[in-house]
């Protein structure tokens, strides 16, 4: 199986200010027929099912707000939050759609300092 | 829009079994993969099964294989998880959710439904 490993585990940031979560899969998830990256984020917040936030690594979901953006390729994967604000507090989990099982990271979970 | 509704989840006992149903609307429902995802309590995500189109194929987490079996009734537009032989670290919130165009990436989640397995 897949592993995905996220860092860190949680963090707190400053409303305004910049999140940036990592994620590492454990073996290569871009498909070398399409040239796609099979990496996809989703954000969880208290109470409720986790929503996709974004795939192919960078493809905002519809409704999704622009300071949301991912980037990477192969392994090493990068989830930005440009300029947080307070309902953006969560757990985000990060997951490779590229195999089966698919599998997710552990989870990060973003808070307000 | 796109929405599903669990049901079933309870209080079981050990070696128990319980049968979970997912009711989808909004959607064409017979076009799309469909999966089981779970969430143990304070845990992260970890799926469980999903299903193609016609209900011809089945896909298993190991930790499940010869205990669930995932089902579809595309006449009822619903999704079931048939759960024998539980355990204890079967315990935790059940999602249904829609493969989207792509396999494996899930959109939407249903609210989920709750498994306990304890005596």
Known sequence: ???????????????????????????????SSNNKDYLAWYQQKP??????????????????????????????????????????????YCQQYYTTPPTFGQGTKVEIK | EAQLVESGGGLVQPGGSLRLSCTASGFTFSTYWMSWV???????????????????????????????TISRDNAKNSLY??????????????????????RFRFDPWGQGTLVTVSS
């Open chain 2, 38 to 68: 779970r969430q143990a309590p304070g845990k992260g995500l970890e799926w469980v099964a999903n299903i193609n189109q016609d209900g011809s194929e089945e896909y298993y987490v190991d930790s499940v294989k010869g205990r669930f």
């Open chain 2, 81 to 102: 998880l048939q759960m024998n032989s539980l355990r204890a670290e079967d315990t935790a919130m059940y999602y249904c959710a829609r493969d989207s165009s792509q």
């Open chain 1, 47 to 92: 109470g409720q099912p986790p929503k996709l936030l974004i795939y192919w690594v960078s493809t905002r979901e519809s409704g999704v707000p622009d300071r949301f953006s991912g980037s990477g390729s192969g392994t090493d994967f990068t989830l930005t939050i440009s300029s947080l604000q307070a309902e953006d507090v969560a757990v985000y």
């Open chain 1, 1 to 31: 199986d897949i592993v995905m490993t996220q860092s860190p585990d949680s963090l707190a940031v400053s409303l305004g200010e910049r999140a940036t979560i990592k994620c590492k899969s454990s073996q290569n998830v871009l498909y």
